[in-house]
């Protein structure tokens, strides 16, 4: 039998409600194996252990008298220390944060409990989603718990590290533009960013509010499509989400694919991809082929516009959104009473160089005089790379693309250059202006065993076809 920590959601609830385990089994099998991966992998910024055990014991209790419960009833996971908790502090990965407590729980975080999942943590990321690698976080650097001495992607590394090594069933991290599907890709598990209004977002801290997404980051497919059912849907709490009904995910798994089409994006398989990952994709699609799929060329035009687009953007939306911590109302609490200064050296000392970097950039941007040339200008870039997606969805089902175009570089190899690591996101940051989902999964490994992700993108709402496509890849790779 398998480590507890190793089961799927779905193994362990079956196991649960057979009372093969219980809930206290489970969960303090992943906390001792947290306590064995964290000194080396350094995924948590929060543990909350003893409460994790108190609700095992609990709902163990319930369960021994048939009481009703929830859907992930004893289920363990972990959330970025980007959504807003009650009991636990909520950091964003950056210093400026240090110590805060929310007077309330995220949305995403409200529906979990209701369903009686255990909380076990919060991890670690990229301060306020600034980064592809976790190396950033005021909080000290996440390991890939494969090869420690490479990155687990970003920002949300820290959820991704944590799910490949067991501390805890599944994750939800939050994709602002790859931030769940690079650290999927590089630590070889299942990440979605959903469609954008799909997942609340009231209660997490914005990086760039029209693109941030909330979503599951799993070991499978399966575990990826229930807990998607679970987090998804309207919100009174958050305008942005729509209320188009919640499909029932995994009744669409077993579908047959026969006659699909898959659209192979052209742009996403030439210069700057390594030779491993464009190898393993070129064997996804026979695999596709296998699965009865006919495989259609795709073009997308305006990509190499999209990069540009997406970053003066999304920067332009942080500056604006990290105006809130002055010290005042978020913030440091540095020691002084005059504002100006109390502004200045809040922000001095609580952002790291990156998050100046982006800011800074992000407020010139929008400054008068460049507002048209460079924030207008990228607004309709992303109108036209929109354009370009829906007509691309006009005859294809869905498109196929590496997740990354590389696998986990080592830890310090792109620090130096903050622009070579903005471009490690090629094929992720046209999915977010947008707004489609996208989906990471495993497609292989390379010649250093690193596992290589491969990307499906849908239609806006289409989750349920990433999921039937992901699936049936996943299941015929396993024969």
């Given at each position: ?127 306020f989603g600034f980064g592809s690698s976790t190396e950033n976080s005021a909080y000290g650097i996440t390991h890939n718990p494969i090869d420690t001495e490479r990155v687990p992607g970003g920002s949300s590394g820290g959820s991704g590290a944590a799910v490949q090594y067991g501390g805890g069933l599944f994750s939800i991290g939050e994709d602002t533009g790859g931030s769940i599907r690079c ?245 992720t940051v046209t999915i977010n202006p947008v707004g489609v989902p996208a989906l990471s999964i495993p497609a292989g490994k390379d010649s250093n065993g690193m596992p290589i992700g491969m990307q499906l993108i849908g239609p806006h709402f ?18």
């Amino acid at each position: 039998m398998k480590n507890l920590y190793e089961l799927t959601v779905v193994e362990a609830l079956k196991l649960l409600e057979s009372r093969e385990i219980t809930s206290f089994e489970l969960v303090t099998s992943c906390l001792n194996r947290i306590e064995e991966m964290e000194p080396t992998i350094n995924a948590f910024i929060h543990i909350s252990k003893e409460s994790a055990l108190e609700q095992a014991k609990a709902i163990d209790e319930k369960r021994a008298k048939g009481e009703k419960l929830g859907r992930l009833a004893g289920i363990p996971y972990s959330l970025k220390d980007v959504y807003n908790t009650k009991d636990l502090p909520t950091t964003a990965g950056s210093k400026v944060l240090e110590g805060y407590v929310s007077p309330y729980d995220a949305t995403v975080q409200r529906k979990l409990q209701s369903k009686d999942a255990i909380l076990i943590g919060k991890t670690n990321c990229d301060p306020f989603g600034f980064g592809s690698s976790t190396e950033n976080s005021a909080y000290g650097i996440t390991h890939n718990p494969i090869d420690t001495e490479r990155v687990p992607g970003g920002s949300s590394g820290g959820s991704g590290a944590a799910v490949q090594y067991g501390g805890g069933l599944f994750s939800i991290g939050e994709d602002t533009g790859g931030s769940i599907r690079c650290p999927a890709s590089f630590c070889g598990i299942v990440g979605l960013k959903p469609t954008y209004g799909r997942v609340s977002r009231y209660g997490s801290i914005a990086y760039a509010s029209s693109y941030d997404t909330v979503g599951p980051m799993t070991k499978d497919v399966r575990d990826s499509a229930l807990i998607l059912e679970i987090i998804a849907g309207i919100d009174e709490l958050d305008a942005t989400t729509s209320n188009d009904p919640v499909p029932t995910y995994q009744s669409t798994l077993d579908t047959s694919l026969k006659g699909k089409r898959v659209g192979v994006v052209k742009e996403y398989l030439g210069e700057g991809v390594d030779s491993d990952v464009k190898d393993a994709i070129l064997k996804a699609i026979e695999v596709y082929k296998e699965l009865g799929c006919e495989i259609v060329e795709i073009s997308l035009p305006n990509t190499e516009y999209a990069i540009a687009a997406y970053y003066v953007i999304g920067i332009s939306e942080a500056s604006s959104n990290l105006a809130r911590m002055d010290g005042i109302r978020f913030g440091l609490d540095v020691n002084t009473n005059e504002w100006k200064e109390k502004i200045i050296k809040t922000r001095g000392e609580g952002f790291s160089p990156e998050e100046k970097r982006r800011v800074m950039v992000g407020t010139y941007a929008l400054s008068a005089g460049y507002a048209d040339k460079y924030y207008n200008k990228a607004q309709q870039v992303r109108a036209v790379l929109k354009q370009d997606m829906l007509k691309a969805f006009e005859n294809v089902d869905i498109l196929l693309t590496p997740t990354m175009p590389v696998t986990a570089p080592k830890i310090g190899e792109n620090t130096d250059d903050p622009l070579k690591m903005w471009l490690m996101d090629a094929f992720t940051v046209t999915i977010n202006p947008v707004g489609v989902p996208a989906l990471s999964i495993p497609a292989g490994k390379d010649s250093n065993g690193m596992p290589i992700g491969m990307q499906l993108i849908g239609p806006h709402f289409g989750e349920d076809i990433l999921y039937n496509f992901a699936y049936q890849y996943e299941q015929k790779v396993k024969e």
